[in-house]
């Protein structure tokens, strides 16, 4: 209730006249009162865009005005009625299992109280933000958004300053990479989607985009019948999703998580699966049962990353409480708390024989530790700023990390000492280490996906999937030795360049246009240089 002070009273005496334009006036609007509540706790699941995907919608959207009357298969509000409108009892509902906003917190009294005056004033429209009108251009949004050239330059000797330029940019951040159990896919999260990569076919064979907000982990389960994405809504709540990779159709939602949903780790034998979010705690799961077993709330932060034991019946977390904590799998209890460091720990890692753990985050350094007593064994410098992820080889014999400083660090696991750094041009979100051990794909704040073998940090690919327009899956990939190859839609939108310059590109299409050379840089094998016709 608002509390109207004595002044405002004593206007209604003297000015009983014009008090019913007054109040008119006041009545809450959906533009300018109720979709931005909509728009912090809601839209995310329930927007036009979600429509077709009724697993995330469930066919509700409340991003627009008529969306929101027109409701599913009835509308979801009366005018002049809130006590009779679905969506009151929905964000009164006593069940967090059936209350809405789902896997979040309710919503604020005060929020509720504005939609029930909303309804019972007459649902009014308001005048819809200038900006938004003046967006309704017909086109998507993204392909709105679309107005930054990207260019891709070309190191061929007989070309100098060869350069391919397309309209796609900025592009969003790479923020997870993941490589299945055998090699074959490539699973790259960015906002809002999942890209699946095949190797064997060197383009991307899949888009998931039932994922909320940005992705900052993707995970395969060991046997590689399962994807786990997670994500969600700063601050209002988490998205950890698995899907099938028969189909890529969506298995579960576990939900609970009332922040983002950072880092997610697999069990060996595939049976449990853990979550870490910003909402401070760890979550451990059941995958026969999709149910909770543990709910891990030592850390006093945000937990930005989480790593099983090879056994599974512990596991480390890293948080901005500048710890590194080791819990028990089976009762959730804190074990060990690896302290000392003096900023966000922001990765943490165990060694495949699980005699290792190693962290590192704001304080560049890598840290290792003993599990068995929690001492600090060696730190290792190398990055200059921040490290954002970290991940052995299933051998155990190459550590890898992902930094800010725009590189690719590679280390030896057993001994900790440096192999090489690769440079990739743009900070370095995500790091994931193919099967073989062969191969390492990093994320980048570009946009862009760069691979590098392992042996010698020869450079293999870069791989580029701008956001979607229409149902088209947009994609580039491109070889250091000047090949590469996408689909028609996109490619037909770039220009290619000499020295600053147009060019005509028909015998250049036709010698660097190579599906093939890109399908054998996915397989690390070495290309030949082009060559072009006289």
């Given at each position: 209730?608002?509390?109207?002070?004595?002044?405002?009273?004593?206007?209604?005496?003297?000015?009983?006249?014009?008090?019913?334009?007054?109040?008119?006036?006041?009545?809450?609007?959906?533009?300018?009162?109720?979709?931005?509540?909509?728009?912090?706790?809601?839209?995310?699941?329930?927007?036009?865009?979600?429509?077709?995907?009724?697993?995330?919608?469930?066919?509700?959207?409340?991003?627009?005005?008529?969306?929101?009357?027109?409701?599913?298969?009835?509308?979801?509000?009366?005018?002049?009625?809130?006590?009779?409108?679905?969506?009151?009892?929905?964000?009164?509902?006593?069940?967090?299992?059936?209350?809405?906003?789902?896997?979040?917190?309710?919503?604020?009294?005060?929020?509720?109280?504005?939609?029930?005056?909303?309804?019972?004033?007459?649902?009014?429209?308001?005048?819809k933000p200038e900006e938004l009108t003046s967006a309704a251009t017909g086109r998507t949004p993204s392909a709105h958004m679309r107005t930054l050239p990207v260019t891709f330059p070309f190191k061929i000797s007989k070309l100098p300053q060869l350069e391919f330029v397309l309209p796609v940019g900025p592009l969003p951040p790479v923020a997870a990479v993941a490589y299945s159990p055998d090699g074959t896919l490539l699973a790259v999260g960015s906002?809002?989607?999942?890209?699946?990569?095949?190797a064997k076919e060197g383009r991307p064979v899949q888009a998931l985009t039932q994922v909320l907000g940005q992705v900052n982990d993707l995970k395969f389960s060991p046997d590689g019948t399962l994807l786990a994405v997670a994500g969600g809504q700063p601050s209002a709540r988490g998205d950890l999703r698995l899907f099938s990779t028969n189909d890529w159709k969506l298995v579960e939602n576990l939900g609970g998580h009332l922040d983002v949903v950072?880092?997610?780790?697999?069990?060996?034998?595939?049976?449990?699966?853990?979550?870490?979010?910003?909402?401070?705690?760890?979550?451990?799961?059941?995958?026969?049962?999709?149910?909770?077993?543990?709910?891990?709330?030592?850390?006093?932060?945000?937990?930005?990353?989480?790593?099983?034991?090879?056994?599974?019946?512990?596991?480390?977390?890293?948080?901005?409480?500048?710890?590194?904590?080791?819990?028990?799998?089976?009762?959730?209890?804190?074990?060990?708390?690896?302290?000392?460091?003096?900023?966000?720990?922001?990765?943490?890692?165990?060694?495949?024989?699980?005699?290792?753990?190693?962290?590192?985050?704001?304080?560049?350094?890598?840290?290792?530790?003993?599990?068995?007593?929690?001492?600090?064994?060696?730190?290792?410098?190398?990055?200059?700023?921040?490290?954002?992820?970290?991940?052995?080889?299933?051998?155990?014999?190459?550590?890898?990390?992902?930094?800010?400083?725009?590189?690719?660090?590679?280390?030896?696991?057993?001994?900790?000492?440096?192999?090489?750094?690769?440079?990739?041009?743009?900070?370095?979100?995500?790091?994931?280490?193919?099967?073989?051990?062969?191969?390492?794909?990093?994320?980048?704040?570009?946009?862009?996906?760069?691979?590098?073998?392992?042996?010698?940090?020869?450079?293999?690919?870069?791989?580029?999937?701008?956001?979607?327009?229409?149902?088209?899956?947009?994609?580039?990939?491109?070889?250091?030795?000047?090949?590469?190859?996408?689909?028609?839609?996109?490619?037909?939108?770039?220009?290619?360049?000499?020295?600053?310059?147009?060019?005509?590109?028909?015998?250049?299409?036709?010698?660097?246009?190579?599906?093939?050379?890109?399908?054998?840089?996915?397989?690390?094998?070495?290309?030949?240089?082009?060559?072009?016709?006289?």
């Amino acid at each position: 209730m608002f509390r109207k002070a004595p002044i405002i009273s004593l206007f209604f005496a003297l000015f009983a006249p014009f008090a019913v334009n007054f109040t008119s006036a006041a009545d809450p609007t959906y533009w300018q009162d109720v979709r931005p509540i909509f728009r912090k706790n809601c839209t995310v699941c329930h927007s036009v865009r979600n429509l077709r995907e009724p697993e995330v919608s469930a066919g509700l959207a409340l991003d627009t005005y008529a969306s929101a009357m027109k409701g599913v298969k009835r509308p979801i509000l009366i005018a002049g009625k809130s006590s009779q409108s679905l969506i009151m009892a929905m964000l009164r509902e006593k069940d967090a299992n059936k209350r809405m906003p789902l896997d979040a917190k309710p919503l604020p009294e005060e929020d509720i109280q504005l939609i029930a005056r909303w309804i019972d004033s007459g649902a009014k429209e308001g005048t819809k933000p200038e900006e938004l009108t003046s967006a309704a251009t017909g086109r998507t949004p993204s392909a709105h958004m679309r107005t930054l050239p990207v260019t891709f330059p070309f190191k061929i000797s007989k070309l100098p300053q060869l350069e391919f330029v397309l309209p796609v940019g900025p592009l969003p951040p790479v923020a997870a990479v993941a490589y299945s159990p055998d090699g074959t896919l490539l699973a790259v999260g960015s906002y809002g989607r999942v890209m699946i990569w095949n190797a064997k076919e060197g383009r991307p064979v899949q888009a998931l985009t039932q994922v909320l907000g940005q992705v900052n982990d993707l995970k395969f389960s060991p046997d590689g019948t399962l994807l786990a994405v997670a994500g969600g809504q700063p601050s209002a709540r988490g998205d950890l999703r698995l899907f099938s990779t028969n189909d890529w159709k969506l298995v579960e939602n576990l939900g609970g998580h009332l922040d983002v949903v950072s880092s997610v780790c697999f069990t060996a034998d595939g049976k449990t699966l853990a979550s870490a979010s910003f909402d401070k705690t760890v979550r451990i799961w059941d995958l026969a049962s999709k149910q909770v077993k543990q709910t891990i709330t030592g850390h006093s932060d945000f937990v930005y990353s989480v790593a099983f034991n090879p056994k599974g019946d512990w596991l480390v977390t890293a948080s901005k409480d500048r710890t590194v904590r080791l819990s028990d799998t089976a009762t959730g209890q804190s074990k060990l708390t690896f302290s000392g460091m003096e900023q966000d720990v922001l990765a943490v890692a165990v060694s495949p024989d699980g005699k290792c753990v190693v962290s590192s985050g704001y304080e560049p350094a890598i840290f290792s530790w003993n599990p068995q007593t929690g001492e600090q064994g060696k730190k290792q410098g190398g990055h200059d700023v921040a490290v954002f992820e970290l991940a052995f080889d299933r051998a155990g014999k190459l550590l890898v990390s992902a930094g800010g400083d725009k590189t690719v660090r590679l280390w030896n696991g057993n001994t900790g000492e440096p192999i090489r750094s690769l440079a990739a041009g743009s900070m370095v979100y995500t790091v994931a280490i193919h099967p073989d051990g062969q191969q390492v794909a990093a994320g980048c704040f570009d946009g862009m996906v760069r691979i590098w073998e392992t042996t010698g940090g020869r450079p293999l690919l870069t791989l580029v999937s701008p956001p979607a327009v229409g149902a088209n899956i947009d994609w580039l990939a491109l070889t250091p030795e000047g090949y590469l190859a996408g689909n028609d839609h996109l490619l037909n939108r770039g220009q290619w360049r000499s020295a600053g310059k147009p060019i005509d590109a028909k015998s250049i299409w036709a010698t660097l246009r190579q599906p093939a050379q890109i399908v054998k840089a996915f397989q690390g094998e070495k290309v030949p240089d082009p060559i072009f016709s006289k």
